[in-house]
């Protein structure tokens, strides 16, 4: 889930115009702040949700229960089949599978994910690059990066350093991948 909204998301989830939202910011009734440079508004998440309490308004459908996004950057098709169905019975989640850095950098705004699990044997020279493209293009910053990798302990230094949040053993056992799961997005 977004932690940082435009007034575009704001008027979405209230189902108003986006001068509503502005004139709520003007008037001090919805915190913000401004970009420098362009003085687009952001509001923070948690600022949103007071202000929804506060003025009685209804929960927007879409926050009440958020289902994460996952992104899937692995070439074989049997471990894209294990991912999926260690998280998919263990709770939902929308999953999207790519097979390159380059992929998953161009679904990262229109997809937003949550996690992204990248199988570092694919990318073995790639994945401390794309681990710092994700995470500096990441809309929220608030998105995770679990490695998968056939020498965790050589790659666990390494990757933690560069920016990654775990890294587990391939092959995937379901049970510790759903636990790193949780650990990173609840």
Not at 7 to 24: E, M
Not at 43 to 67: G, S, W, Y
Request: with cysteine; glycine share 6%.
């Amino acid at each position: 889930m977004k932690q940082i909204l435009t007034t575009g998301d704001v008027a979405k989830y209230c189902g108003v115009n986006l001068r509503t939202v502005i004139r709520w910011i003007e008037r001090g009734h919805l915190k913000a702040y401004k970009l420098p440079g362009r003085g687009d508004n952001r509001i923070q998440m948690d600022d949103f949700l007071v202000f929804l309490e506060e003025n009685r308004m209804p929960m927007p459908e879409a926050l009440q229960n958020p289902v994460p996004n996952v992104l899937v950057v692995e070439k074989d098709d049997g471990i894209q089949a294990q991912i999926e169905k260690a998280l998919g019975e263990a709770q939902p989640v929308n999953i999207r599978s790519v097979t390159n850095g380059f992929q998953a950098g161009v679904l990262l705004s229109s997809f937003n994910p949550r996690l992204i699990v990248i199988d570092v044997d694919s990318a073995r020279e790639e994945t401390a690059e794309i681990i710092g493209y994700l995470h500096s293009a990441s809309q929220d910053g608030n998105t995770h990066t679990l490695l998968l990798s056939s020498e965790p302990e050589g790659d666990r230094k390494r990757f933690l350093k560069a920016g990654a949040d775990e890294v587990l053993a391939k092959p995937i056992e379901a049970d510790d991948f759903v636990k790193a799961f949780n650990k990173l997005c609840h």
